[in-house]
């Protein structure tokens, strides 16, 4: 018989969504939250895309105080 070995946990990757073993995947973690990337590539999609929604958030007017 042969020894099976243990399963890795998968995550998945918060731009692409492709499964990757969390051992490997690269983490951003917030304060509630924890995301996933399977490489720069998707952190810097990520990050690049966090900054022009903070951007666009900050330029729309405001409604009535």
Same mark, same amino acid.
């Given at each position: 018989?042969? /020894?099976? +070995?243990?399963v890795a /946990?998968?995550v998945?990757c918060?731009?692409?969504?492709k499964?990757?073993?969390a051992? /490997?995947?690269?983490?951003a /973690?917030?304060?509630d939250?924890v995301m996933?990337f399977?490489?720069l590539d998707?952190f810097e999609?990520?990050?690049?895309?966090?900054?022009?929604?903070?951007?666009? +958030?900050?330029?729309?007017?405001r409604?009535?105080?």
């Open positions: 018989m042969s /020894e099976r +070995k243990p /946990e998968q998945p918060e731009i692409c969504r499964e990757i073993p051992s /490997e995947a690269k983490v /973690e917030a304060t939250y996933y399977c490489g998707c999609k990520w990050t690049r895309r966090n900054e022009q929604e903070q951007k666009t +958030k900050a330029d729309s007017p409604g009535p105080a």
